[in-house]
């Protein structure tokens, strides 16, 4: 039994060969899996492999990215090639940012009220206005002008009334020491001229001067002036002796206090500035 079906199968295979090579058939072959495609090419720089990451800023720098020409060292000769260089510090000439660089400023405006007493007995005190004015014209030059006026009625019949004015012009220079500190010098012209009541009392008289004198720039807002002016007047004050201070009140605008001591009166002054 065994031998009959072990037959059936080998002519069963046999007829299945033969089927085959008769009708062309042939068995189905499986399909070739589709190919993928390959990835583009990477267009990101190659770093180098130590690490496996790049510093921090690494491609910033224009010509001193990573990997290429590392960027020059502070003193260096070719430090500042790139474009940039460190601030330098300001020359004795000029005004350091911040504090007294406003303060000492030889454009400005004043306007003040004055309190003027006189030595001579037979005057009674004045009270007035007065105007200082002062415009740059170049480093380390400037010009400058002063008017005041002053008048008393005369308070009794000892005292008499007067009208007083007088004007000055003249011309200067400034030595910046450092930015708080300023050695100045002007000279020029005065006109002094009073009026009073008696004839004998009244006075002109004309005459040039030279002033020398220091600014400080004590604070960011606090400036101290001094100053000792020569006339060669013959009927006024022949030596002032001037102080005053200066309180920033807002960014171009200043208070100011201050006294002319002279030979032959004393001025006591207060007002504002305006400073540009």
């Known amino acids: 039994m065994k031998s009959f079906l072990h037959l059936i199968v080998v002519l069963g295979a046999c007829w299945s060969v033969t089927a085959s090579a008769q009708y ?13 495609p390959t990835p583009p090419q990477s267009t990101y720089p190659a770093y180098p492999s130590s690490g496996g990451v790049p510093p921090a ?19 260096s000769a070719s430090y500042g090639a790139s474009g940039y260089a460190p601030p330098s510090a300001p020359g004795p000439g000029a005004m350091a940012p911040g504090i007294g660089a406003s303060l000492l400023s030889y454009g400005y405006l004043e306007g003040f009220y004055q309190y003027t007493d006189f030595k001579d007995s037979s005057l009674d005190p004045a009270n007035g206005l007065g105007l200082a004015l002062s415009a740059q014209l170049f480093n380390p030059f400037f010009i400058k002008a002063g008017f005041n006026w002053a008048s008393s009625n005369g308070g009794s019949q000892e005292k008499q009334g007067f009208d007083f004015s007088s004007v000055s012009i003249g011309a200067g220079a400034y030595i910046p020491v450092s930015p708080r500190f300023h050695l100045m010098c002007d000279v020029g012209g005065a006109y002094y001229k009073l009026d009073a009541d008696k004839e004998s009392v009244s006075f002109s008289d004309g005459a040039i001067y030279v002033h020398p004198g220091v600014r400080i720039a004590a604070t960011q ?9 020569f006339t060669s007047a013959d ?34 002054k207060a007002g504002l500035r305006v400073r540009w």
């Open 221 to 229: 807002s606090l400036e101290l002036q001094g100053g000792l002016m």
């Open 235 to 268: 009927s006024y004050d022949s030596i002032i002796f001037d102080v005053a201070a200066y309180w920033k009140m807002f960014s171009a605008l200043d208070l100011k206090v201050g006294a002319d001591i002279g030979d032959e009166s004393t001025a006591w």
């Open 24 to 36: 062309g058939y042939t068995p189905p072959v499986p399909p070739t899996p589709p190919t993928m």
């Open 57 to 75: 800023g690494a491609g910033m720098d224009v010509g001193y990215g990573y990997g290429t020409t590392p960027a020059p060292t502070y003193g």
